[in-house]
């Protein structure tokens, strides 16, 4: 099992970022997957999810309607897309795998600032 984020990068306030989660070693269409983000220090905190069935998709009160968690199967990646992104969104962004004991990707720093 493997999840590899990039797209992170240094945007100013009110910018966006589109992030990506190449996964591989299991099977995306069957799998939930999660976006966390951990600020400095403080700790890992989960941001949205997308489900397997008919992309059900949540997320928590400080994300909604400003990010969109989607994915392609076809490409096995799952994105979060980040608008109107705030220096509170400042940290590390992980994507995780929902399955066993769980899998997280390496990260991808997003920093937020003029």
């Known amino acids: 099992v493997q999840l590899v984020e990039s797209g992170g990068g240094l945007v100013q306030p009110g910018g966006s970022l589109r992030l990506s989660c190449v996964t591989s070693g299991f099977t995306l269409t069957t799998s939930v997957i999660k976006w966390f983000r951990q600020a400095p220090d403080k700790e890992r905190t989960w941001l949205a999810t997308i489900a397997t069935t008919r992309h059900e998709k949540y997320y928590t009160d400080s994300v909604r309607g400003r990010f969109t968690i989607s994915r392609d199967d076809a490409k096995n990646t799952v994105y979060l897309q980040m608008n109107s992104l705030k220096p509170e969104d400042t940290g590390v962004y992980y994507c995780?795998?929902?399955?066993?004991?769980?899998?997280w990707g390496q990260g991808t720093q997003v920093t937020v600032s003029s």
């Open positions: 995780y795998l929902n399955r066993d004991t769980g899998y």
